[in-house]
């Protein structure tokens, strides 16, 4: 299910997530795609905040972002996305972290 990130359960899930190692490791998938710039942008935030998020390697060129679990995940078929536990899925996920870690150096 892809939300935005609007809803108070989400950015409080966000934010839960983010801020306990234990839990982000449980609960968040980053679907990434190395060659892609959108992604690229979120792996910098990532390490700028001094975060480690499990990540899944989408494979764009071979258009596994167009397979029917992808499409589950991400009906708009891109990267990047944020799965979080509850199975809704972030893709403004700079807005999403810079919301959950504000003042994460």
Do not use: H, W
């Not at 990532?46 to 975060?51: M, S, T, V």
């Not at 029917?68 to 944020?82: E, G, I, K, M, Y």
Request: proline share 8%.
């Amino acid at each position: 299910m892809l939300v935005e990130f609007t809803s108070t359960v989400d950015a409080v899930t966000c934010a839960v997530a983010v801020q306990n190692p234990i839990a982000r490791e449980n609960s968040m998938k980053f679907y990434d795609c190395a060659t892609a710039p959108s992604p690229r942008r979120v792996r910098i935030f990532l390490a700028e905040k001094g975060l480690t998020v499990p990540t899944v390697q989408v494979d764009l060129r071979n258009g596994e972002q167009l397979t029917p679990s992808f499409r589950a995940l991400n009906p708009d078929c891109t990267v990047p996305v944020l799965e979080l536990d509850s199975g809704a899925a972030i893709t403004d996920i700079i807005l999403c972290m810079a919301r959950c870690t504000p003042g994460r150096q």
